[in-house]
């Protein structure tokens, strides 16, 4: 028996028309704004764009690694030390001053760690003390002690060179200035202490 | 009052018609006219400190009375309704405010992403925001609220939005809500008279001169990221943030609406919002979507992110995201 014609559309071309425009249907429903980031592929020139740049400050330092958009900067550390360099005191002149170590370093608390705490000289190095040194041995400045923290923390340093750990320095355009992470974290006890709100908030209704 | 439903007026009109003594439509236009202006002017000039106001002042202000909505603006309006702004406020509070009207840049969709991880509820940004935005004192207007949630909450309805104490606590974690321009703005669909839109770069804006303050737009957003002056803000002038912009932070009057703009007065010259530049703990992020290489498009691309109440369609641009 020959199959009608009606049957041959309703099952055959109907339905497989159906499927094929429901599936870009459902597609097509996808233009949100996640869609459109995701497309958006073509380079943004922040120089370009934005008719006030904002220029590279004057305390500002390449960082080693770079992220999606190339190179990258940080805030130097050496020049807001007050008592640096360090080998004004840590030399090998025998030093007179009454009570040298709680004057001169009375104020750092040491915790780090955890269970294995950190000591003074897992991060600066002993015999040169205007650096710091990595477990490897490598003498690092000042300025780049982000090299220090990610040794352990290299998954906070990973979302640090990205952007999802740490803050940009005042603006989203113009070249990629971040904080450095001692800017946030005090490196000798890094978790943020706990205290009393900035301010409070009213019930809405 | 409607002249054709008044008899007295209709029987007049025929007695008086000899001694053009007139009573009709026209007539009435024209008194109902001289009074609306009479009114109006008392209304314009009285708000200030009694009569004592300059003829510069009033001028002023009838010509803020009278201008247009802010879309239909040529650039040279827009020009000369910020500098009568930046020119009321001298006269009227003896600040000298920089107000702007700087256009949306090309190629620009802001996104701003908030880390529910990090964040310690310790509510500097909502501090720093008040400060920026020259939010209401008296009523403790804030733009942000951070509610601190138990873990396995989700909606903030379920969180505490006005904690006190010592943060952060234990087994909570804490999450910042404020407006999340929509793609698909609910509060842009509900307003009678347009006075909100969504700019070409992505920030749901008020004309605050257009808003009636109906309160539609309250009504119809699901996230609470709307408030509304219920008296006249009150802002100290050296507290006054004077970098301004006409949708940003101006000062706004009673009975209009506002919201968060994501520092339209700061971002649109390529800065931070106040709220990210303040967090302590660095759990904001903002940055251009349409940028590859911006943290915004890095924490979309490689975190687990959420959005608030996804399933309404109101397509927010911003993310929540964990570490």
Known sequence: MKTPIHKIFFFGILSTVMIVFSWQHSYAGQEGVQYKAKNAIAPFDDEKKMDSVPSLPDDSIMVTPKYQGGAFWTLTRKDKVERFK??????????????????????IILIHGGEEPLSCFTCHKEDERDFLVTEKGLKVDLDHSYQLCTQCHFRQAKDWVGGAHGKRVSYWAGKRVVKNCTACHNPHSPRFKKRWPKTYSLPLK | MNPRNNKDCRKQQKDNQVEDNRCGR???????????????????????????VSGEEVRLRWEEYLKGYYRLMTQKEKDETVRRLERLAKLKRGVDIQMSNK???????????????????????????VKENNLDRKSHTQYIRIFEMEHGQMLPEQGNGKYYHEVPVPNHYYMGVQCFHCENAPCVKACPTKATWQEPDGIVVVDYDWCIGCRYCMAACPYWGRRFNWNEPYVLNKEMTKKQHYLGNRMRSRGQMEKCTFCIQRSREGKLPACVDACPTGARVFGNLLDPKSEIRFVLKHKKVYRLKEDLGTDPKFWYFID
């Open chain 1, 86 to 107: 360090c080998t004004q005191c840590h030399n090998p002149e025998k030093n007179n001053t009454e009570q040298t170590v709680p004057t001169a370093h009375g104020d």
């Open chain 2, 103 to 129: 256009e949306p840049v090309e190629g620009v969709l802001f996104g701003y992403a908030f880390n529910v991880t990090r964040c310690e509820g310790f509510m500097e940004c909502v501090d720093a925001c």
């Open chain 2, 26 to 52: 026209r007539e009435f236009l024209k008194k109902a006219a001289k009074v609306a202006a009479l009114g109006s002017a008392a209304m314009v000039t009285g708000g200030a400190a009694g009569w004592k």
